[in-house]
Each structure stands twice: as structure tokens, then as C-alpha cells.
């Protein structure tokens, strides 16, 4: 164990000291690794365990520091087999790993993220416009970065995924959850039957109705896109920053949803596409 915090040391001294090329890359490959190691027990179990992991490195460092030597001989010794520890606690997620490396790690991931993204867009252009044809009236709430959860409580718990089948089902007139609105929180739908409360703006046209209102209402007090189907006329309009616009088509539902729902791009691959519009900017 000795031999490792020697090791740490010397890496440390060597970034801060004298970086090379090799030095250069090898910290990018760590934090490849490290960052790759996070997104694959990200909202997992193995999240808290390598929590707990860090935690434990920390206060290894700072009783070394400290001179606590019996509580540093302790810790070191549950971490001289911390390569066994490892395998055991992470064997799902290493078993994960190994397998998207067999099928090729970034390309299959990217492509399965693509396709859930394209699904989840589908998915609710097809509700919309059956909803539309059939004249069902319909409210959804997409959370952006203002975190909704306080209107999520005010309706009824799902967190299911996003279908075509379960909106509608949600909505169809005279079931339980039709009346109030769904939110919808990345790919899952949280809530149904949820409460919002009413835009208070005045020249609102005294056609539009409660869900319209409503939809207003919470697009101006929360960065929230909402979309409704009118019960009455079939159209669909949508919410945001306070505005509502009326008779969406498909091709505008595909430009509104695919903006909320673009594919993530790889962690290095953004970093440096965000570095690239910097540039540009600043021309």
C-alpha cells in the first residue's frame, strides 16, 4: 500500500512539475476512464458503492496526513485487496463493460442513446396526433432545467416509460388520470393527473380553455415546454416562456421534440465541440 501512495505522489509531482506529452495523454486516458466509470454506475447500486469508495481514499489521505496511524493501518489494510473488493462489488457493471467492448463501446452506445431519443419523439407525435384526430384533450409538461417535482406531488405517481399507449391510456376520456396534466421528466413519465396553476395574464382569448390556461401558467414561472391538445377543436399548441403557439403539425412537433430530446454526445467529443463554437463566437 506504501508502494501506491508513492506512486500517487509521484504522478502528482510529475503534472505539476514537469508535464510531457506522454504525461498529457496519459491524463486524458484516466479521465476517459474515470468519466466512462461514472456515466456506467451512474443511477445504478454501484453508484453509492463508489461513493462510499472515494470517501474511504479520502480519509485514507487525510488520516496519513493527520499522523492518525492506527485509523491509517486499518484503512490500509481493507484496501490491500481492494482489486478483489472491486471485482466483487462491481461484477455486474464490469460484466457490463466487457460487453460493450466486445460490441464496439462508443459507437453501440451512441447509437443505442440515437435510437431512444428518435423512439421517445415517435412515441409522442404518435400520441399527439391520435389524441388530435379523436379530439381527446391533452396536457404534457416536459421538465427542463427547473426542477418540477413539487407539481409532480400534486398528481398521481407513474415513472413509466415513454409510450404512445400509455399517454393515450392516460388521457382517454373518463379513466382516473385524464383530467390534469402529465410530466414528463428526460424519457419517463412521472406524474399523471398533476395540478398547475393558472396564467393570471390578461387578453388571453376567451376561446382558449382550462388546459390552455394552465399550460401558460406554469410556462411562465418554469422553463418547462408544454404541449396540448385542444378537446374541442383537435388542435395542437404549445407552451413556452409565457407564449402559446396554436396548430402544430408533425413537422413542427419533430423540430420542437428533437430539440428537447438531441442525442448526447460522447464526453471528450462534446468537450471538444464546445471548445470548437467557443472559437467561432469569439471570430
Avoid at 39 to 49: D, H
Avoid at 101 to 117: A, C, F, I, P, Y
Avoid at 205 to 231: K, M, N, P, Q, Y
Amino acid at each position: 500500500m506504501e508502494s501506491l501512495w508513492q506512486t500517487i505522489r509521484t504522478m502528482v509531482w510529475n503534472v505539476f512539475h514537469r508535464p510531457g506529452l506522454a504525461d498529457i495523454i496519459d491524463i486524458i486516458v484516466v479521465a476517459f476512464v474515470i468519466y466512462e466509470l461514472i456515466m456506467l454506475t451512474r443511477q445504478t447500486r454501484g453508484s453509492a458503492v463508489l461513493k462510499g469508495l472515494v470517501l474511504l481514499l479520502v480519509i485514507v489521505g487525510i488520516s496519513n496526513l493527520l499522523g492518525l496511524t492506527a485509523l491509517n493501518w486499518l484503512l490500509m489494510n481493507v484496501l490491500a485487496n481492494g482489486t478483489v473488493v472491486l471485482v466483487i462489488l462491481f461484477q455486474p457493471e464490469l460484466r457490463k463493460a466487457l460487453e460493450q467492448m466486445g460490441r464496439g463501446t462508443v459507437l453501440d452506445k451512441n447509437h443505442e442513446d440515437k435510437s431512444e431519443e428518435a423512439r421517445v419523439v415517435d412515441e409522442v407525435i404518435k400520441c399527439l396526433t391520435n389524441l388530435s384526430r379523436r379530439r381527446v384533450g391533452a396536457l404534457i409538461v416536459f421538465e427542463q432545467k427547473t426542477g418540477l417535482q413539487d407539481v409532480i406531488e400534486t398528481g398521481i405517481s407513474i415513472d413509466g416509460q415513454i409510450s404512445a399507449a400509455l399517454l393515450e391510456n392516460i388521457f382517454e376520456p373518463n379513466t382516473p388520470l385524464h383530467d390534469g396534466a402529465v410530466v414528463v421528466r428526460g424519457t419517463r413519465v412521472m406524474a399523471g393527473a398533476c395540478i398547475l396553476t393558472l396564467t393570471e395574464g390578461a387578453g388571453i382569448s376567451h376561446e382558449l380553455g382550462t388546459r390552455h390556461r394552465a399550460a401558460i401558467g406554469i410556462s411562465e414561472t418554469t422553463d418547462a415546454v408544454v404541449l396540448i391538445v385542444s378537446e374541442e377543436t383537435g388542435i395542437i399548441s404549445i407552451a413556452r416562456a409565457g407564449k402559446l403557439t396554436r396548430h402544430l403539425d408533425v413537422k413542427s412537433l419533430r423540430e420542437v421534440l428533437g430539440e428537447m430530446y438531441q442525442p448526447p454526445r460522447a464526453g471528450l467529443l462534446s468537450l471538444i465541440h464546445d471548445l470548437g463554437k467557443g472559437k467561432e463566437a469569439g471570430k
